[in-house]
């Protein structure tokens, strides 16, 4: 069986004392969990999270990184830097990068493989808008961003991956994917994965993301495919966070 991940995404929130609070709360709350639990936050609190998870059950992510190496990329954040700072996880082509950063779904799949090189792992986001949904284009559109990231990667790279389907229509907005329309789309994942690897398809964790809350997380992390969650709002307070580590 594939052990679950539960994945907060902190987005563009916190300071430096309610960072500190949040993972107070959380660590307190986490008694050899049976899932993999890790926080994904803000480049400016790398080291003080990374000094707050040392020895906890929690792992520490990044939210993006540079696809390129090093050198003159202005802003830039480089995998190495991350790894640094303790990074395991790092997100890449969360819709809002994609949306509001113009990042195409090569650029993804090169954000990717930089990660794997540097040995992190990369949760790669796909998901569709309200109008693909509505246009009956979900599988297609999923299918293009997986696949873009496929054409980089051999069986031994997607091991190295966890999938985060996100239905952008989903994200922060309160409307969630029922458990079957998440699980309809996860299997398609899986089939596509399985095309490439059969063995791999059976490892590589597929993470649920959109207002996943303390209340929808129990029967949507009972679907077959359904590995864990990338989580943003609730994410911020440790009881719905910790709730939701519950349900997984
Ligand atoms: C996310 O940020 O990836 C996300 C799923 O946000 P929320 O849980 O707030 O919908």
New binding site residues.
């Given amino acids: 069986m594939r052990r679950k991940l539960v994945a907060g ?1 902190w ?1 563009m929130n916190g300071n430096l004392a309610g960072n500190a609070a949040l993972l107070e709360g959380i660590k307190s709350g986490l008694d050899n969990p049976r899932c993999d639990v890790a926080v994904c936050v803000p480049y400016p609190y790398l080291a003080q999270c990374q000094s707050a998870s040392t020895g906890s059950f929690v792992a520490l992510g990044a939210q993006d990184l540079s696809a390129q190496e090093s050198g003159a990329y202005t802003g830039e954040v480089s995998a190495t830097m991350l790894r640094e700072f303790g990074c395991h996880y790092v997100i890449v082509g ?1 819709s809002e990068r994609r949306t509001y950063h113009g990042e195409s779904d090569e650029l993804v799949a090169r954000k990717t493989v930089r990660a794997i090189e540097s040995g992190l792992v990369p949760i790669v986001c796909v998901g569709e808008t309200l109008a693909e949904r509505e246009a009956g284009q979900t599988d297609a559109v999923v299918r293009r961003q997986m696949d873009a990231v496929l054409a980089k990667l051999d069986a031994a790279g997607l091991v190295k991956i966890v999938i985060a389907y ?1 239905p952008v229509w ?3 907005t309160g409307k969630t994917a029922t458990p079957e329309m998440a699980q309809e789309v996860h299997a398609a994942i899986r089939a596509r994965l399985a095309a490439v690897d059969r063995d791999a398809a059976a490892k590589v964790p597929i993470l649920y ?4 809350k303390p209340d929808n997380a129990k029967e949507l992390l009972a679907m077959a495919d359904i590995d864990g969650g ?5 994410s911020l307070k440790a009881a719905d966070f910790l709730a939701i580590v519950k349900a997984a």
């Fill in positions: 995404n987005k969360h996100e989903a994200i922060g993301g959109g207002s996943m990338l989580i943003g709002g609730a």
